[in-house]
């Protein structure tokens, strides 16, 4: 009796073997074959990615070469006394600029989204600075860079000429790879 005991025993933990055996083959094939549909997955998504994104690249290189040249008209130098400032759209309607008189005489013009997060810049005179409320960045009037707080990008620059006292605008240069 103790040896059919013994016998049932070493079945069971035969059977129990085998199973876990099976188990382990089929786990070892699922975690192959599930690595492998993974890393295919991850190299078509990457691919079909990349070539999306190869129209806006493309446009991109070429709006960076050209710039926008279109002339608009900003208002009369009479309106606008030394020191202050007035905003207008360049070249949509829907980008909206600055135009900065300096207290020296010149006209400086950038578009006004802040390069951080988009927030509209304004002329704060007695720093004599561009300002960025949101988050405090700060931008040079001279040149539209950034010299203090979050934003690492120049403002684009707004080309300006006066005719016959009035102001217009004539260019944009994007000078940074937004
Ligand atoms: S959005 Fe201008 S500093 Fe953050």
């Known amino acids: 009796m103790p040896d059919e005991k013994k016998l049932l025993r070493n079945q069971k ?3 129990d073997d085998m199973i876990n055996l099976v188990d382990n083959l089929n786990r070892e094939d699922d975690l192959k074959y599930n690595r492998r549909s993974f890393l295919k997955t991850a190299v078509g998504a990457t691919v079909a990615l990349g070539l ?17 040249t279109q002339r608009v008209k900003i208002g009369e130098l009479a309106d606008l006394p030394k020191g202050e400032a007035l905003n207008f759209n ?23 989204k802040c390069t951080h ?10 720093q004599d600075v561009l300002l960025c409320p949101c988050h405090q960045g ?4 001279e040149n539209g860079h950034p010299v203090a707080g979050p934003p690492q990008r120049e ?14 605008a004539i260019g944009r240069k994007i000078r940074h790879d937004a």
């Open 13 to 15: 933990d035969t059977n």
């Open 52 to 68: 999306a994104t190869v129209p806006f690249s493309i446009k991109a290189m070429m709006d960076k070469g050209q710039g926008d």
């Open 90 to 112: 360049y070249p949509t309607e829907s980008e909206p600029a600055i135009l900065v008189h300096t207290k020296d005489g010149q006209l400086k013009a950038y578009n006004n």
């Open 117 to 126: 997060l988009q927030c509209p810049v304004f002329y704060e005179s007695q």
């Open 138 to 141: 700060f931008f040079s009037v």
């Open 155 to 168: 403002l684009p620059l707004i080309e300006v000429e006066v005719v016959d006292g009035t102001i217009y």
